[in-house]
């Protein structure tokens, strides 16, 4: 993929935060819709071809994904033409002179960067006029799967009885991955902490206090997989007990 340096980008349709404010709602039930050109477009063919990638700008499999997935783009008089996300994260669309709106429904997990969108909303460009052209226009989304990774924490007391463990910290450290973010937490009053963590390795470990041993591993190593079936997932347990 070098979209980047390709000759024939005529447009990058990345201006979705600078378009109107139903254009860029996140998430939004329905697609915006376009206008009429104000003035007559440039007649000849409308080739538009782009890439889907993910946080670290690497394509994304749309054959992978919980739900396949395709870009719609939706032109001023209802039109739609749909196109399929190839396993290299390449769609093509060929279309006629006219405003138009690209789309994307994301699934279960992901979220969109550019253009912006809630977890499995619809990410949108806007309405956007192209004429006719022998070269063609190029549109990118950037999108990212995310988990949410709960750790659970256990006070063992001097009876045997188990309780919630309110206060502890967790931390979140992404493995050699510059582009995830370190995430920390306090567990709350039913022992939890949760954070939205990217693909990737990760070591996930506890900050120990004065006078409890641990009775778990204080560190855990996980992997997190983009392409891993959507839901909910088996948190991460920490258990201590009285040093006395």
């Known amino acids: 993929m070098r979209h980047q340096s390709t000759s024939i980008v005529r447009v990058l349709l990345l201006v979705a935060l600078a378009l109107s404010a139903t254009a860029g709602v996140a998430g ?5 819709t376009c206008d009429a050109p104000a003035k007559p477009l440039a007649s000849g063919a409308v080739t538009v071809q782009g890439w889907v990638i993910n946080h ?3 394509p994304v499999d749309g054959t992978r994904t919980a739900a396949p997935l395709q870009v ?3 032109g001023s008089d209802g039109t739609t033409v749909t196109a399929a996300v190839a396993s290299n994260g390449y769609f093509m669309l060929s ?23 809630a977890r499995a909303g619809l990410a949108e460009t806007g309405c956007t006029p192209l004429p006719g052209s022998s070269k063609a226009y190029l549109i990118v989304f950037k999108i990212r799967r995310l988990f949410d990774i709960t750790a659970l924490k256990w006070e063992e007391l001097a009876d045997g009885a188990v309780q919630p463990g309110q206060g502890w910290t967790i ?23 949760t954070a939205a963590l990217t693909p990737g390795k990760w070591y996930i470990y506890e900050a120990g206090q004065p006078g409890w041993w641990p009775v778990t591993p204080p560190g855990v190593w996980i992997t997190l997989d983009q392409y891993a079936p959507p839901g909910a997932m088996d948190p991460v347990v920490f258990k201590n007990r009285p040093a006395h």
């Open 72 to 74: 719609t783009a939706t």
């Open 28 to 32: 939004a039930a329905q697609p915006a």
């Open 171 to 193: 931390t979140y450290q992404p493995i050699q991955d510059p582009f995830a973010v370190l995430r920390t937490g306090k567990t709350g009053a039913n022992g939890t902490t």
């Open 95 to 117: 279309l006629t002179p006219d405003n138009w709106n690209f789309t994307m429904q994301l699934p279960e997990g992901w979220d969109g960067i550019v253009p912006i969108a």
């Open 56 to 58: 670290r700008e690497l």
